[in-house]
């Protein structure tokens, strides 16, 4: 099952200092190493593709987090899909699709008793695209999803959705539509992103966030106030939904992309937001989730959005950087400036 004829060098990025505001060079370094013989139980990935998340950036840091920061010198983490290449394991013949924790690397050695967590073998044939399982039929898509869901969203009401058109925003919005919302209302980051949200995503308007008035024009957009925040932005934006939050509203707090770069190297946070009363005075309620949480609903998620796919009520967007492992921290700046529409991926491998 093994191969003595594949490439053994294997390049990967190495966390070496921890990231103050952006990312900057120096913080990774990409350093060639040679991958040993196979052991028994161990089989060799080649990443084809890389998941590049918000949460990336909170890894870097030392900020309190539901995982423990990369370590210093350590692989830098994330998602990816992969190939087997050489494999001493039956669950892992050469040629499967794999996907889960790569981290940010040409080649993975798949050793359940070494990776934070065991690669997953995808279904042959594939019944979507590669990217599909880091995105619509991956963590992001699961986490729109949960999201819509836990957020407890009734018929009629209404949802502002931040980070619209972006991989978990641009499903969730979609989904609240197919779940009955009366008014499905977007924040994204340029007119054309907007444009795109309400023709092609279904919005029902959409609201520029660099607009000198984006404030007034969100307003207007709910003359009837918000019932559901499907929040992934915080900052100013979050501070305002929340002065518009009807009585018993509902805030899902998914993410929060604008306080990543704002921590210092203790991991405090230097940011706030104002408004926080408001979850008192209109008896709304927060509440935060992850998806890893949530393995035990994976399947159910995933059957769901497969089933939008398979009738065509499901669009999703990808950008995909090319250009190999050497991409992925330029790409990682275009999450926070808002470059990318959809999930945001780079291409390691063909």
Known sequence: ??????NRINRAYRLRRRPVGQLTDGDLELVEEQVPELA????????????????????????????????????????GVGEVVASTREDMPVGATVSGFTGWQELVLADDSQLEAPLTVLPTPLPAPESAFLGVLGHTGISAYLGIDLAELKEGETIVISAACGAVGSIAGQIARQKGAGRVIGIAGSPSKCQHAVKVLGYDAC??????????QLDAATPDGIDVDFENVGGPVMDHILMRLNIGARVSLCG???EYNSYNKGGEHTGSLTNIVQLIMQRATI???????????F?????????LLGEGKLHYDETIVDGGIEAAPHALHQLFSGANLGKLLVRVAD
């Open 40 to 79: 028994d139980g161990q089989a060799l990935v080649r990443t084809k593709l890389l998941s590049l998340d918000p949460t990336s950036r909170v890894w870097m840091s030392d900020m309190r987090s539901y995982e423990p920061p990369v370590p210093i010198g350590a692989v830098m983490r994330g998602f």
């Open 1 to 6: 099952m093994t191969s003595n004829r594949i």
């Open 299 to 307: 399947e159910e998620a995933i059957t769901y959005l497969a089933g």
């Open 287 to 297: 509440k935060g989730f992850l998806v890893l949480d949530w393995a035990h609903r």
């Open 207 to 216: 609201i520029d966030r660099h607009a000198a008035d984006w404030r007034a």
């Open 256 to 258: 929060m992309i604008s």
